[in-house]
Nanobody, 115 residues
Framework: QAQLVESGGGLVQPGGSLRLSCAAS????????MLWYRQAPGKERELVAG???????NYADSVKGRFTISAQNAKNTVYLQMNSLKPEDTAVYYC?????????WGQGTQVTVSS
């Protein structure tokens, strides 16, 4: 079944790093854009970073310089390298993929930044 499988979340101390991954199943074809969203408790979902099939990247101001999005097209996988993590980065992170025909959401992975 078509799905996005996320991994890499967990508990990390402030200043630490995590790398999230999002792998699209082989049945998902023609991915144009892959995005990372996050949603903290009581807050609206926000776009964190995105990358297109052409390699163009975009970041929220709050994470620019700390987070890096990348992709391995052959593996249908996108990564989010998160450095210098802050408590305000705590959220459920969701992967999103857009194809020419439809969109997909990952199940979400919890990132908690705390001492």
């Amino acid at each position: 079944q078509a799905q996005l499988v996320e991994s890499g979340g967990g508990l990390v101390q402030p200043g630490g790093s995590l790398r999230l991954s999002c792998a699209a199943s082989g049945s998902i074809l023609n991915i144009n854009t892959m995005l990372w969203y996050r949603q903290a408790p009581g807050k609206e979902r926000e776009l964190v970073a995105g990358i297109t099939s052409a390699g163009t990247t975009n970041y929220a101001d709050s994470v620019k310089g700390r987070f890096t999005i990348s992709a391995q097209n052959a593996k249908n996988t996108v990564y989010l390298q998160m450095n210098s993590l802050k408590p305000e980065d705590t959220a459920v992170y969701y992967c999103f993929a857009q194809t020419f025909s439809r969109t997909y959401w990952g199940q979400g992975t919890q990132v908690t930044v705390s001492s």
